[in-house]
């Protein structure tokens, strides 16, 4: 474990190319363009691009770097980077080291091997990475990585970063239109700010290397119910064992010295499983940073003889693992606008983002729902650890009470408590951190911000932030058009905000999400229940959602097409490795494995009936093994005959998935489940659950 803790001040960010970095190696002029250009979204001139590549190649180099590479977002859903040492040839055999301005603003690899969901074909190699100035380089393992955009020969966006640096310029022009009709006059920028909560299992590395399942697929795809699982509740917030603590020690070094603001670090509900929070920063550096500590949680855990697991749902039976996603706008001057303020006035304008807020939960709730789609969610969205798949907003008593006054256009109960006349001096106060949390609410509000809770753990947040981010702008757009024309501004705005929480207050629901009746009730209020990613992912290709997106900038009609492609190909790809891995075990570990232990029963029940002993175990376990043996090794037939008749048509291909072969794989896993359940526990082929769970400490 590394002891530069005791440095902090010099640990954090001591292998980021940061602003004070800049200010300090650059020239004045040279800082001021750079300035300029992240304000303003205009290029760097090439004079100003070198002297930065200049400084940038010494400072790493000084920080023992060799290479430098374009760091990017491909739609994989996980970074990708190809790196160039900083040598050139001279005379004499002998060398420089060079990183030119050129270098620095653009690469270019090959763009046929990555995901693009039709808008490459193969032999379309070309690609370009561009330089992305408003997030900063850094040096990890000595390369100095430089993050990008990553975009075809075609101009098509590649990646997760174009779209989500588009989203946040839509989202700061709508809000900045807002706060000019309150007389904001200073605000330039409105920032989308993201905090994501990152929950993890870790297992010990040499029972997590003799599961195939693991390896293969990250989750297990056997594994009966353990004696002891979360019953006890005594593993969340409990204390850090010495081993994990190690490694949480270790990991936040790593991420402090890359400029992660790694905050809070605990046990969470299932064994062996954790979480990590950073504080809240800009949208662009919280996704990047997000991407960052996935991987520096696994190499950091596999230093520790640990494995890092990212899947929504390791293990059957035990809580999942989701990212929540803190949301929230803040404007260039240090105001949160989800901040309810003292004045009536300040009410009137968190009101307005509230309800633009909850209009477009309630009109785009399809397409939320659609960015946290995965097979990997579909196993823990709805399973008594996680939001239900139907989404829905939390606000609080306190809150709740506001809305519903407004609605009702009736005085808040209780004490001191008035009419609610919006934009005039007898408006009250609304109090921040209010209310309870809702751990069952997709989207709770939490006092300044929404915390969208139905991401799972691998994915990445770009997606969900652009959607957030496009929505906000949307229906921002929309209040602003209708309010510049007002001649009654104060009216207007009253007005506004009561018709549109009238319209949408079917989204808002404080209850309990887990309930059943809640389903019963959703579906009365006509809200959406996309219960699997099979039935979500449709509605990026919806046209309402489609018009969202290009009406704003965001994506192409192409580009939305190929993610929802990506998307698609990404399940079938996913549920056809799980398939193949499910055989491979079964073939090669299980079946050999109970046919032994069932051969020993047997000859066992021979020699106790002709020695005349009772028998009635050696018995009754013979013929469970031969009964559950027969029965697996015929379920594992049919997953094997329907993984040969999958459709080649991908659309038709994930329906076959999710309806044939998902149900073919849970049946197999019922009768393989039952069999370790009476088998031998030497005799059982690979580690238990009670084996991996309990294995970090």
Known sequence: MSNDTGKFPELFGSMVFNEDTMKERLSPSCYKHWKKSVSDGTPLDISTANEIAEAMKQWAVEKGATHYTHWFQPMTGVTAEKHDSFISPEEKGRIVLEFSGKELVRGEPDASSFPSGGLRATFEARGYTAWDPTSFAFIKEKSLCIPTIFCSYSGHALDKKTPLLRSMDAVSKQAVRILRLFGDTTTTRVIAQVGAEQEYFLLDKKLYKQREDLIMTGRTLFGAKPPRGQELEDHYFGAIRPRVASFMQDLDNELWKLGVLSKTKHNEVAPSQHEMAPIYSDANAACDQNQITMEIMKKVADRHGLV????????????????????????????????????????????????????????????????????????????????????????????????????????????????????????????????????TSPMAFTGNKFEFRMPGSSLSIAGP?????????????????????????????????????????????????????????????????????????????????????????????????????????????????????????????????????????????????????????????????????????????????????????????????????????????????????????????????????????
């Not at 404007?331 to 989800?338: A, R």
């Not at 059982?684 to 659950?689: A, V």
């Open 308 to 439: 890092c697991l990212l899947h929504e749902k390791p293990f059957d039976g035990v809580n999942g693992s989701g990212k929540h996603d803190n949301w929230s706008l803040s404007t260039d001057t240090g105001k949160n606008l989800f901040k309810p303020g003292s004045t009536p006035r300040q009410n009137a304008q968190f009101l307005l983002f509230l309800t633009a807020f909850i209009k477009g939960v309630d009109e785009y709730q399809d397409m939320l729902r659609a960015t946290v789609a995965t097979p990997g969610n579909d196993h823990r969205l709805g399973a008594q650890e996680a939001p239900p798949a139907v989404v829905s907003i939390f606000l609080g008593a306190e809150l709740s009470a506001v809305v519903n006054s407004i609605i009702n256009d009736t005085a808040l109960k209780g004490p001191g408590k008035r009419t609610l006349d919006i934009g005039v001096d007898v408006m009250p106060p609304i109090p921040q951190d209010n209310t309870d949390r809702n751990r």
């Open 465 to 697: 932030n652009i959607v957030l981010n496009t929505v906000m702008a949307h229906e921002l757009m929309q209040f602003a058009d209708e309010l510049e024309k007002a001649e009654d501004f104060d009216d207007c705005v009253a007005h506004l905000i009561r018709r549109e929480l009238t319209a949408h207050r079917r989204i808002i629901f404080d209850g309990n999400g887990y309930d059943e009746s809640w389903i019963a009730e959703a579906r009365l209020r006509g809200l959406s229940n996309f219960s699997t990613a099979v039935d979500a992912l449709p509605a990026y290709i919806a046209e309402k959602n489609v018009r969202l997106f290009t009406d704003h900038a965001i994506y192409t009609r192409e580009e939305v097409d190929a993610r929802y492609n990506i998307h698609v190909e990404n399940y079938n790809a996913t549920i056809e490795i799980e398939a193949r891995t499910m055989i491979d075990m079964i073939r090669k570990d299980i079946l050999p494995a109970v046919s032994s232990y069932g051969a020993a029963l047997c000859k066992g029940l021979a020699e106790r009936k002709g020695l005349g002993l009772p028998f009635k175990y050696e018995e009754n376990n013979a013929r469970n093994n031969c009964m559950l043996s027969d029965c697996l090794h015929d379920a594992c037939l049919k997953l094997e005959k329907d993984l040969r008749s999958v459709p080649a048509e991908p659309v038709e291909a994930m329906r076959y998935c999710h309806d044939i072969l998902v149900p073919d794989m849970n049946e197999c896993r019922s009768y393989a489940d039952e069999l370790e359940t009476i088998t031998k526990r030497s005799e059982w082929p690979f580690p238990t659950y009670s084996d991996l769970l309990f294995s970090e400490g």
